[in-house]
């Protein structure tokens, strides 16, 4: 995902503690809103393509927490060693980064879903008042 729709999706995200995602959305003009589903689209197709990257994740994610446990043992029987503090730091940062990946990967896609949503709402709206102005 480029950097505008990134900071878009973010300053979205963000406002939804004062806003709900639908008035943002409703605000948003026509032109904004395709181009962010356009990046979004983009960006979930990449993330989707990769079987054998998603299931090498896991596994490091697996490693991860594996090594966090193993550093806790290790601290808690043989006291504190530098192996110790480094696998159990180890494990903190690929756990935290797994989690990180995986939240902005749920918002993105729930943003994909309701930004889908608003621009057919207002395709059928549109087609609504020109069939209106036709009969």
Sequence with gaps: MDLKAQKDADLISAQLANQSLSDRLIEMKDVELISLRDSLDKWCVEHQGSKWGNRLWIIIVML???AFIQGITDLYVSGISLLGIFLTVLGVI?????YVGEKRSRKNKVLLAALNGEITKREYKGNLSKKSKTV
């Design 64 to 66: 991860g927490v594996f």
């Design 94 to 98: 690929i756990s935290f980064s797994w």
